[in-house]
């Protein structure tokens, strides 16, 4: 089970930490990543995590967002700083054993949340 927190609502230039907390499963050895989906646009991917602790962002939020993994606590974040209003949307993470670390697979993860609402204002 994946379960995401921290979504909410900033106004551009904030900042917000989401956090993706796993538990029922073992996702240790799978890839994680983020994902958004804006009303009417394709769910797209933001950051992806490997299990080995290599990270890949879109360059839509490169610089800007950060990807990292607790294992202790199980807990995938994704800090976000600087949020702009393109970056509202829902926010998911997910896991699995994609092709390799490239933040434009989506089908290839088999676990999803349910995800959290971010929504930046001008």
């Known amino acids: 089970q994946l379960v995401e927190s921290g979504g909410g609502s900033v106004q551009a230039g904030g900042s917000l930490r989401l956090s993706c907390a796993t538990s029922?499963?073992?996702?240790?050895?799978?890839?994680m990543g983020w994902f958004r989906q804006a009303p009417g646009k394709e769910r797209e991917g933001v950051a992806a995590?490997?299990?080995?602790?290599?990270?890949r962002y879109s360059d839509s939020v490169k610089g800007r967002f950060t990807v990292s993994k607790d294992s202790a606590k199980n807990t995938l974040y994704l800090e976000m700083k600087s949020l702009k209003p393109e970056d509202t949307a829902m926010y998911y993470c997910?896991?699995?054993?994609?092709?390799?670390?490239?933040?434009?697979?989506?089908?290839?993860?088999?676990?999803w949340g349910q995800g959290t609402q971010v929504t930046v204002s001008s």
């Open positions: 997910a896991a699995g054993f994609p092709p390799s670390l490239w933040v434009g697979y989506c089908d290839e993860y088999n676990y």
């Open positions: 029922g499963y073992s996702y240790r050895t799978m890839s």
């Open positions: 995590f490997a299990s080995a602790g290599s990270t």
